[in-house]
């Protein structure tokens, strides 16, 4: 069965640069979610579209910003980006409202140098 | 307090052994809870959701306790395989279920 595809799996950039991670969720989704991750912590809730609108927004840094496209998948945008961003990042999909069952992707792994 | 709270790990078992980790949660009208399983560097799976009446897959059993606001998993004759952290999730209400809050997860390492 599909899954959730995300891109570029691994990113490497410098401070100050800008990154895109792309998500694709699972065909007939219309829920994506956005997470960060750092080391040892737990995934952190960044932002979520749901129909293609934003429909819920967490820990997002102003320097970050997201949409969903006509075909659902979502692209996250990162500018100037810090140290700190170094983390691994997950797209997550769903079908429809007031669920927990998210289906993840396997995750942007970004190195900021 | 944190929404989400749990067990600190990590729990280190024996193969066989039964294991149980908690979750507490802050807000009392939530309604939604899940365990997600999450190997080393890879993405959170669903294990399982809990419901009200508790429910068994297999060896692993989740409860809901409301009165005390917390989850639990119970594992029963752990594997080697079953080596990962375990994240209790919860759905808060009020936000249409987009904001789902993870807990910080508890680690368990099952030993041969």
């Known amino acids: 069965a599909a899954g959730v595809i995300q891109s570029p799996r691994h990113l490497i950039k410098e401070k100050r640069e800008t990154a895109t991670l792309k998500c694709y969720p699972i065909?007939?989704?219309?829920?994506v979610y956005w997470y960060q991750q750092g080391p040892g912590q737990d995934p952190q809730f960044l932002i979520s579209?749901?129909?293609?609108?934003?429909?819920d927004k967490g820990s997002i840094p102003d320097r970050f910003s997201a949409q969903q496209f006509s075909d659902y998948h979502s692209e996250l945008n990162m500018s100037s980006l810090e140290l700190g961003d170094s983390a691994l990042y997950f797209c997550?999909?769903?079908?429809?409202?007031?669920?927990?069952?998210?289906?993840f992707g396997e995750g942007s792994r970004l190195t900021v140098l | 307090r944190k929404e989400v709270e749990q067990d600190p790990g990590p729990f280190n078992v024996p193969e066989g052994a039964t294991v149980a980790f908690n979750c507490t949660y802050s807000n009392s009208a939530s309604q939604s809870f899940f365990w997600y399983r999450q190997d080393c560097r890879k993405e959170p799976k669903l294990l399982m959701s809990v419901y009200s009446s508790g429910n068994e897959d297999g060896r692993f059993t989740a409860q809901l306790n409301r009165a005390s606001q917390y989850i639990s998993l119970l594992i029963r004759d752990s594997k080697l395989s079953d080596s990962a952290t375990y994240l209790c999730?919860?759905?808060?209400?009020?936000?249409?279920?987009?904001?789902?809050?993870f807990g910080a997860g508890t680690r368990l390492f099952v030993k041969a």
């Open positions: 997550a999909s769903s079908l429809g409202l007031n669920t927990g069952e998210l289906f």
């Open positions: 065909p007939r989704h219309d829920t």
């Open positions: 579209f749901y129909e293609k609108m934003q429909s």
């Open positions: 999730v919860v759905i808060p209400p009020g936000t249409g279920g987009f904001k789902t809050i």
